[in-house]
């Protein structure tokens, strides 16, 4: 047998075999951990045979399958009532057409839609969940950046306006659609999981939506039970972690051929803030507290607030690299780093992109902003919080500082090189 051949029918088969073990656990009666491994191989040779006989083979068997399918359909109905819904029908045909999709190359695209689609079949439960926990005002908030990010978003003109050339409205809002997309993907965890979400989970959640915002929760929080010292001073450093995280994200997104030069400094961070957050798990894991309350991230004033703010950041910093050099980035980045970590990000990622500035300098100055927003966050902490979760945060914040500055000093290359 050809040997290409064989790897089709292979990946074929382990595609089916995925989605049957998925379909019989849940008690499909229409195809199950038999049937759907036939069905993907079904595809697979008929895209084979195609090859030599021509593409309306390819059609004629999903025809077939759809035929089958529904005589199943009418079968099982005249034996008992059967659930109306048409789910495991249609991952059926789906199934089908990946299958087929394996014989043209799309191995790459074939194996996406397959994990995306057994995903999708198991979650029933936790997306049914979710769109009922959505409420009118999450529904109005995410149609209305549906509409600004898919209807408004490709009209706006791709190109340079203003002082010093660095507003461009198509990116500007692209920059938005990113953040609010990063936030909004932590907001849709915490209405999967809600009040069942344990420390870790809050942290992460916490620190996709908003770290700023988890910190001012859970210090609160404690200032009325000071229990909770371990466990807000653990959630609270996790979602510090998680915004080095987005830092990182952010860079890939927006200079992605200085995301080599650019991360490492940022992963030596998150590995000393993860030990840090740790140090924290094992006092702080015996008490429990329900995750409190995010707003939606997809809501239209924030997000053009966002917005505004990243566009003066943009300015202040091509104005600051023009008039004062590095060391006016790293005034920015430190007024930045107070407010918005994302925006000194983004506008520094993006001007190391187009060798504005150089790497070692870019994310120098968004290190320095980083540390800005972490002494920030514990100053919060401070004014909200009791003195035992303030001095546990105030180590943390400590230690994550010192090795910061001493990345920052002591880290190969030097400024100016690229």
């Known amino acids: 047998m050809n040997l290409e051949v064989f790897q089709q029918l292979v990946v074929s088969l382990g595609i089916g075999l995925l989605l049957g073990l998925e379909r019989e656990r849940r008690g499909a009666s229409i195809a199950g ?27 004629a068997g999903l025809l077939a399958l759809a035929a089958v399918v529904v005589g199943a359909n009418f079968i099982d109905a005249s034996k008992r009532p059967v659930d109306p819904g048409t789910t495991t029908e249609i991952a059926a045909l ?43 005002r999450d529904m109005r908030a995410m149609m209305q950046f549906v509409l600004l990010s ?28 990113l953040i609010v997309g990063i936030s909004l993907g932590g907001y849709i965890a915490y209405k999967l999981f809600g009040a069942r979400a344990g420390a870790v989970l809050g942290g992460v959640i916490g620190g996709l939506v908003s770290s700023t915002a988890t910190t001012v929760s859970y210090a609160r929080r404690t200032g009325s039970d000071a229990a909770l010292a371990s ?3 653990f959630v609270i450093v996790t979602a510090s972690c998680i915004a080095v995280v987005r830092v990182l994200i952010e860079i890939a997104a927006v200079a ?15 590995l000393v803030c993860a030990l840090l957050a740790l140090g924290f798990y094992f006092p702080g894991r015996k ?31 091509a104005a600051a ?36 500035i150089e790497a070692n300098i870019a994310w120098r100055v968004i290190l320095v902003a980083l540390l800005s927003n972490l002494l920030f966050k514990f100053g919060i902490v401070a004014a909200l919080g009791p003195a035992s979760l303030t001095k546990r945060v105030g180590l943390a914040t400590a230690a994550a500082v010192a090795a910061g500055i001493g990345i920052l000093l002591l880290w190969p290359g030097k400024e100016g090189s690229n």
Not at 33 to 59: H, K, N, Y
């Open 150 to 177: 898919l209807v408004i978003l490709p009209v706006l003109p791709n190109q340079n306006f203003g002082p010093y050339a660095v507003w461009n409205p198509f990116k500007l809002w692209l920059m938005v659609v």
């Open 287 to 317: 008490h429990a507290a329900k995750m409190p309350e995010q707003k939606n991230p997809a809501e239209l004033k924030p997000a053009l607030l966002f917005g505004a703010l990243y566009a003066f950041v943009l300015f202040a910093v």
């Open 94 to 136: 789906l199934l089908y057409v990946v299958g087929a999709s394996i014989v043209i190359g799309h191995f790459a695209a074939a194996l996406v839609i397959a994990g995306a689609l057994a995903v999708l079949l198991h979650s029933k439960r936790p997306l049914h969940n979710f769109a009922r926990a959505m409420g009118e």
């Open 33 to 59: 951990i038999r049937t759907f491994p036939i069905i993907s191989l079904f595809g697979t040779v008929c895209a084979q045979v195609a090859a030599e006989f021509g593409g309306w083979i390819v059609a």
């Open 321 to 356: 690299k023009q008039y004062f050099g590095s060391a006016g980035l790293y005034i920015v980045a430190i007024i930045s780093g107070l407010t918005d970590l994302d925006a000194i990000t983004l506008s520094t990622g993006q001007l190391a992109d187009s060798d504005k």
């Open 256 to 270: 992605p051929s200085r995301f080599a030069a650019m991360a490492w400094p940022f992963v030596a961070m998150l």
């Open 231 to 233: 466990l807000s001073a």
